[in-house]
């Protein structure tokens, strides 16, 4: 049975899944669906490895004047339905909508499978089967169209899931709980439905800010490129708790003596690697700094090296941090501020790791809560969740400037965008 409906002036196509059961609309909103259940799953893809951002590794680059998919996450309510599907012109870096996969509650964030059959959102709820829970959802991806079909889901083991990734492997998901202040593995199985979680791990105290940190909020979790050491940046007790990982089994063993204190008030939020994975860094929503770390991969040990703000000289504005990127070439670092409504912009030295500020660029929006680069390293896409669009910026190789391209899409409440291969 097909359903005629709109959105915002889409015509999108979709088939029910029968899993699901009946696509989820909203008042006088209607969506076209047809979701095809052939494609990539008769011709999988080879697994390259997925970084600690979850984004997608590409085996090798794609053409610059080629096309990719791009799936932004959002909450529901209001204008969003659930996930947003694009093309992305990497000639042009203009976002042409392809559909949506609605009926989820709050699919904030995204991460993909090493293979690129399946992605994976966290549900950012607070109760799930009757329990303070949230929940994670799995989907299979169409590669031929990007549609995506639901498969499963399950609980994450903790109130308010608001990060999560996919290890190296393929064999879990590992997912963060704001509010449950503590993380998950949940295993993968061989057709992409997700089992229930393996292992959780529970932080424990709190820090200054009375209203923020009154209690431990894991905020994001990833994994080194070896795919041995777990990294939980927890904005409510400033530390980033370090657990050894054990794919097969989807376990996470507590490195007690590995963790990282950070300065009080500070609140860390979103962690990265660069790609050679000497150098590590957090983005610090509470007080608007990022920390830079020398990253011994053998123990899985973090040396802070340096802790500098994103916003330029001055600058008092009200404000908090989100996001945290570093560009595909390893040079450049950008993070996003929320309230001076800004890319910041840093120079990574090769040598040492050290940061040196660039610039702070417009989003010419409000509210960049997320913004992801594209495998070429030319575009940047910069998710603006108190406007409801994104902006394209191009990027100067060279220098790590940003240039507004001009082109700019309405997408309502965005949260997360992934790049996936055609």
Known sequence: MFLSRWIQGWSLSAKNTGQRGKLIGVGFLFVSFLIMINGCANNPRPSPPIPSDGQLSFDSAPSPEGDLFVYVGTYTG??????????????????TPIGVAAGIDNPSFLALHPNGQFLYAVNEIGNFNGKEQGAVSAFRRNSET???????????????????VVDAVGENVLVANYNGGNAAVLPIQDDGKLDEPS???????????????????AHSINLDSANRYAFVADLGIDRIAVYGFNSEKGMLESKGDLWVSL???????????????????????????VTGFQ??????????IQNVSTLPAGNKVDNSTAELVVHPSGK????????????????????????????????????????????TGRFLLAENQGSDNIKTFRIDTQTGELEYSGHSVDVPSPVCIKFAVK
Not at 87 to 92: A, C, E, Q, Y
Not at 199 to 217: M, Y
Not at 347 to 365: A, F, H, K, Y
């Open 295 to 304: 990253y011994d991969a053998s123990k899985g040990a973090l040396k802070e």
């Open 146 to 164: 990007g549609l995506l079909t639901f498969l499963n889901q399950q609980p994450s083991n903790g109130a308010a899931p608001c990060h999560l």
């Open 78 to 95: 209001g204008k969003s339905v659930g996930i947003y599907i694009f093309n992305f012109s990497l000639k042009t870096g203009k976002l």
């Open 263 to 289: 300065k009080p008030g500070a609140g860390p939020r979103h962690f990265t690697f660069t790609p050679n994975g000497q150098f590590a860094y957090v983005i610090n929503e509470l007080d608007s700094t």
């Open 199 to 217: 292992w959780t791990v529970r932080h424990s105290g709190s820090s200054v800010n009375a209203g923020r940190q009154e209690k431990p909020h």
């Open 332 to 375: 450049f670092l950008y993070g996003s501020n929320r309230g001076h409504h800004s890319i910041v912009v840093y120079r990574i030295d090769p040598q040492s790791g050290q940061l040196t500020w660039v610039e702070n660029e417009s989003v010419r929006g409000k509210t960049p809560r997320n913004f992801a680069i594209d495998p």
